[in-house]
């Protein structure tokens, strides 16, 4: 990835270079996806950048936490409105996902049910 980021900053073409850094630290902060490993390298310029990669001082680190992911299924928008039931029906890994969810949403504090079950119905499925 260091690689690739040096070529692209040898082949970006602007003249605003600090306008290049700004939206170059905001992509990589904010629209990267967060992988376990990352490193990070300060620079004033698109030199000093190129030349702390090219410095081979650059260590990746295990991130210190795991990632958290999230489910959200709304059954709304371009898809038939019934599709989540099918999948319930025919997939039973889905299911289990869903009631697994649906535990832990009761845990955070939700009222409602993910398939619409009682909650105890769900808390006995999702422990078989």
Not at 1 to 24: I, P, Q, V
Not at 57 to 75: A, D, E, M, N, W
Not at 80 to 87: D, H, I, T, V
Not at 102 to 109: A, E, R, S
Request: with cysteine; charged share 20%; aromatic share 8%.
């Amino acid at each position: 990835m260091a690689d690739n980021l040096k070529e692209y900053l040898l082949t970006a073409k602007t003249t605003d270079e600090d306008s290049l850094l700004d939206n170059l630290a905001y992509t990589l902060g904010h629209r990267r996806s967060q992988l376990p490993w990352i490193s990070t390298f300060s620079g004033t310029s698109v030199a000093s950048l190129i030349n702390a990669i090219d410095a081979g001082k650059i260590k990746p680190v295990k991130r210190g936490t795991s990632p958290r992911l999230g489910f959200v299924y709304t059954g709304q928008g371009a898809q038939w409105w019934a599709m989540g039931r099918e999948l319930i029906d025919v997939y039973p890994v889905f299911k289990v996902a869903l009631l697994d969810c649906d535990v832990q949403l009761k845990k955070l504090g939700a009222k409602w049910n993910m398939i619409g079950k009682p909650p105890h119905l769900i808390i006995a499925l999702a422990g078989d």
